[in-house]
């Protein structure tokens, strides 16, 4: 099989597949189901792949890539600006991206470290959208705004796209700050940058924080506020949280 027809097969494997997992479900769907739909043997499927994980895996890459490019950009914002832009970033990104959502008894079929960085990037915007210095009621309303973003998508995919994302971001608007404006603008960047703790981790920081992990007994909370840094910045450069939160901690 040369490089171009290796290809097209990989190609056409995943978007088969990832039409099986919209129809039937992710637990539903087999390897053979996938092989049998495309008129090729399963050993075909697993030459490309190793398992249906993978498969999922692959399919979910671009939009967890597009989801950190929202966040990186954000993170250089200041906090109001940087809240309204992850909240419409990964708005957009949902509805671009709905029957891969409608899978969600699959993603819980994903291993390390791609369920961890499903779990990081949704730390990362709760951490972004209830600012810096969040108290926990800050910290629960960005959680539920998080929560908010995907389910009506899914569930009115029937009504137009310009209107379900009108509603959504009103009523995220609603939720976190009560003005329920139905059309979300970006506040111009105050003057000064960014307020609250700084994402850059020096390497001094970066000791400290090491320090404070290898000890065992520090949260991301209490690690950022000894080093000066976001939580975010902190699941950055040590990976993951010290208190290893249960999967479904901040997710979606």
């Not at 919209?22 to 008129?39: C, K, M, P």
């Not at 970066?206 to 320090?211: E, I, Q, S, T, V």
């Not at 520090?218 to 902190?234: L, N």
Request: proline fraction near 5%; charged fraction near 25%; avoid cysteine.
């Amino acid at each position: 099989m040369d490089g171009q027809a290796a290809s097209d097969t990989r190609s056409r494997i995943l978007a088969t597949a990832g039409r099986l997992f919209a129809e039937q479900g992710y637990d539903q769907t087999s390897l053979r189901q996938i092989a049998v739909r495309l008129d090729v043997s399963k050993a075909a499927v697993l030459y490309h792949f190793s398992s249906k994980a993978q498969i999922l895996a692959t399919l979910v890459t671009p939009m967890l890539d597009q989801a950190k490019a929202v966040l990186d950009a954000a993170e250089e914002m200041d906090p109001e600006q940087a809240r309204w832009t992850v909240v419409t970033g990964l708005l957009d990104g949902i509805l671009d991206n709905l029957p891969l959502l409608r899978v969600l008894d699959g993603w819980w079929a994903m291993r390390e470290p791609l369920l961890h960085r499903v779990m990081e990037q949704n730390a990362r915007t709760i951490d972004i959208i209830a600012g810096p210095q969040a108290g926990l009621r800050e910290r629960i309303r960005a959680t539920a705004v998080v929560s908010l973003l995907a389910r009506p998508a899914m569930h009115h995919r029937d009504a137009p796209v310009a209107d379900v994302r009108r509603e959504v971001l009103a009523a995220a608007r609603q939720l976190f700050d009560g003005t329920g404006q139905a059309e979300v603008s970006s506040p111009a960047p105050r003057a000064g940058g960014r307020r609250g703790r700084r994402t850059v981790m020096t390497r001094e920081r970066l000791a400290k924080a090491r320090r404070m992990q290898a000890a065992g007994t520090y949260t991301v909370e209490e690690i950022a506020q000894a080093t000066g840094v976001s939580r975010a910045t902190v699941y950055r450069h040590l990976g993951k949280e010290p208190d290893s939160p249960a999967p479904h901690s901040d997710t979606l």
